[in-house]
């Protein structure tokens, strides 16, 4: 005769655990030159077969971690690592724990990498820099906030920049060189287009400059990158709109934020309070 706890397991049997989730997956093309697509995914069981992509894939593990073959060669990717895969190279993946991994991509186009760097790629995807890895996940952090795509391009040609350094022989190499008059002229055009904004592609283009060499340019001249003069310039004239008696979300359309909740996360950051509370201040101290 079955005993009381047992009878009493029978009616009320302990609830089964809750199925871990297979693959969550996030992806978007964000409006930053020469980024094809962010990819964000966490997968416990998936593994990828073997496949080729047209455009580059760099990639940070960030729980976990993945094992693949490239070029019919076993390579894996510990946290301290970042992974270049190379467009038209067979490749594949699948976790390499038992509990998965979460994962970071992004697929670039051959604007930001070229060609030429394949073979060097082939033979060494997985590079070991704490530098490089903490840029690639800033990158990917501007990327998720909608109106930093400056900032994003910024820091991604930087890591563009390590990249080749990383796969080309660094013996020759000329050093880097103070440039004054770029940085000045880069200082110019950003003050033109407050509102309106720029990609360095497009500030390439006008002061004809690599985007690399513009933003060493003006950080060396100035103290400070290029994304984070522009920003302070727009808090600055959101501050004198703010004080006009302006609402938050009229100044930020009009001082170039996505958004007024954009707004308020760089203001915060530059002035201290909320465009709000600070609107709020000076209208009492005007009154």
Known sequence: MPSQAARSQAAHPPAAPA??????????????????EVFHARFTEYAYPMHVHDAWTL???????????????E?????????????HVPHNGAPATADGFRKRVLYLDSSRLGDDL????????DLRDPLLRRRVGQVHAALVRPGDELEAESRLTLVGERLR???????????????????????????????EGLT???AG?????????????????????????LM??????????????????????????????????????LVGVTPGRYRTTGAAAGG
């Open 19 to 36: 199925p871990a989730p297979q693959a969550t997956v996030s992806a978007w093309r964000p409006r930053v030159p020469g980024v094809v």
């Open 59 to 73: 990639l940070i593990v960030d729980d976990g971690a993945v094992r693949y073959d490239l070029d019919r060669h």
């Open 75 to 87: 390579h894996g990717t510990p946290h301290d690592t970042v992974s270049l895969l190379p467009p």
């Open 118 to 125: 394949i073979g060097a790629a082939v033979d060494r995807p």
């Open 165 to 195: 350094e990383h796969l080309r022989s660094r013996e020759g190499a000329a050093p880097r060189r103070p440039d004054p008059v770029l940085a000045r002229r880069l200082r110019e055009l950003l003050d033109e287009r407050v509102a």
């Open 200 to 202: 360095l592609v497009e």
């Open 205 to 229: 283009a006008v002061l004809s400059a690599h985007p690399a060499h513009l933003v060493r340019a003006f950080s060396g001249a100035y103290g400070i990158a290029p994304h984070q003069y």
């Open 232 to 269: 302070s310039r727009r808090v600055g004239r959101a501050r004198r709109l703010l004080l006009d008696g302006r609402s938050p979300g009229a100044v930020a359309a009009d001082t170039g934020f996505y958004d007024q909740a954009h707004l308020t996360r760089h203001f915060r950051r």
